[in-house]
């Protein structure tokens, strides 16, 4: 199955830029997006989520170039969720976000407003499911 994140937000820290032993660039980056609701009783209410971003190849080092903590940006991608207990004993979890597609929004420089891993990728139809093959 495919799958197709998009998250809008705000970058908490300036990316950071490594390579792989073999060359590879690959850049690190976490976005926050913030959720305001009002709550049954009428107060206000607020939830931040972050995402841990990877780029990868020319894509990590244009993100590297042209972000910086604060910047608007969508990101899309593929997720994945880690959880884990830390040293206190407490749950923890985290959102990681395969970067394909990095687009930013309002700032500085928008001549490279959009970003992408590589050419586009035809998606396939998805196959059709007989009702007894759903695993809910």
Sequence with gaps: M????VVVGHLGQDPELRYTPSGQSVC??????????????????????WFRV??????????SQYLSKGRLVLVEGDIDAS???GQDG?????????????RFLGGRDTSLASMEAGPPVQEEE???LDEDELPF
């Excluded at 990877?54 to 993100?63: D, M, N, S």
Aim: hydrophobic residues 35%.
């Design 2 to 5: 495919y799958q197709k994140t």
């Design 28 to 49: 690190s980056f976490s976005v926050a997006t913030n959720r305001r609701w009002t709550d049954r009783n009428g107060n206000p209410q607020e939830r931040t989520t």
């Design 54 to 63: 990877t780029a990868w190849g020319k894509l990590a080092e244009l993100c």
């Design 83 to 85: 959880a884990w207990v």
């Design 90 to 102: 407490q749950p923890r979890a985290t959102l990681e976000l395969t970067a394909r597609n990095v």
């Design 126 to 128: 998805p196959a059709a």
